[in-house]
């Protein structure tokens, strides 16, 4: 009795001394990631804050602490307004097509029963493709004189648009060619969410009564693609926020700043007029909206989502 009583009056003293050396190990081991997390993404975030509370100019040999200053003319921009909204616009288009698309086209293909990996290779190449020549290749296909969407439509009797040059359609283009490029990227994502779906839901729903297609899919795939789902919809705001290729190459931000975007404000803030401390701010703002909407939309669709 009095040796079995030995090991449980140790028993407490053993379990307070042991997460002391866990934890101490856990910090040496993780002591160089979190070395390099300060160095290369902490110290670059802390230093934009810092230069966007100044009035730092590219190229400048001096410099002074100005407060919110920046922060305040940008509250005050008609064309940082704009850019704000013209990049909400652009993200209310491009994410639920480009979610909506890439399920569709996943449930294609993985209902279908032959040339699934040659369809995979085709919708997944504006993925790999660098998106500066493909921004190129676009600006001939939408040129308004003999570009070959124009010229597709005047065979088929309808007059040719001004694509990239008329301030209603611009925004709009982009728009597409911004699903065109993030949908395969979805597709993948949601193919491999499809294949980890237990095959005997699908029986245990046929049994329960579920035998049609879209059936199957409310009762069994849409749930269990939940954790894919949110990933999804996170991963395709966050890339559309980030617009800037296709604007810098094919509109410039124009016509009359209707393809501005907040990228592209940064980036002409700061490598255009040379004023580096606007520019910081825009992308602290930036920051501050992508991190805000991310935390959103987890939060929303964090009880929706199913885990397997």
Avoid: C
């Avoid at 969407?149 to 911004?178: K, R």
Wanted: glycine residues 8%; proline residues 5%.
């Amino acid at each position: 009795m009095s040796e079995a009583a030995i090991p449980l009056r140790r028993a407490p003293a053993a379990a307070r001394r042991r997460p002391r050396h866990v934890a101490l190990a856990g910090l040496a081991l993780s002591a160089p990631a979190i070395a390099l997390m300060a160095l290369f993404l902490i110290g670059p975030v802390g230093a934009v804050i810092g230069m966007s509370l100044t009035d730092y100019q590219l190229g400048a040999r001096s410099w002074s602490f100005i407060g919110l200053d920046n922060y305040s003319a940008l509250a005050g921009d008609a064309v940082f307004w704009k850019s704000l909204g013209n990049t909400l616009l652009y993200a209310a288009i491009v994410v639920p097509a480009s979610f909506a698309l890439g399920l569709g086209v996943a449930l294609l293909i993985e209902a279908g029963r032959s040339f699934r990996a040659f369809y995979r290779a085709v919708f997944f190449v504006p993925v790999m493709a660098t998106l500066i020549a493909m921004a190129i290749s676009w600006e001939f296909m939408l040129h308004a004189q003999f570009g070959l969407i124009n010229l597709t439509l005047i065979s088929l009797g309808f007059a040719p648009q001004a694509w990239l040059a008329n301030p209603d359609l611009a925004l709009p283009t982009l728009a597409v060619i911004g699903i065109w490029q993030a949908f395969g990227f979805n597709m993948v994502l949601f193919l491999a969410g499809l294949v980890s779906i237990p095959r005997p839901l699908y029986d245990a729903a046929a049994m329960d009564g579920a035998d049609g297609a879209f059936e199957r899919f409310r009762l069994v795939t849409w749930p269990m693609l939940g954790p894919v789902s949110m990933f999804v919809l996170v991963i395709s705001a966050i890339r559309s926020f980030q617009v800037f290729d296709t604007v810098h190459v094919l509109t410039k931000g124009g016509p009359s700043k209707a393809t501005e975007v907040l990228l592209y404000s940064m980036y002409a803030e700061g490598f255009e007029f040379f004023r580096s401390g606007v520019a910081a701010a825009i992308a602290t703002v930036f920051l501050v909206i992508v991190l805000a909407l991310t935390l959103l939309k987890a939060r929303a669709a964090d009880r929706r989502v199913h885990y397997s």
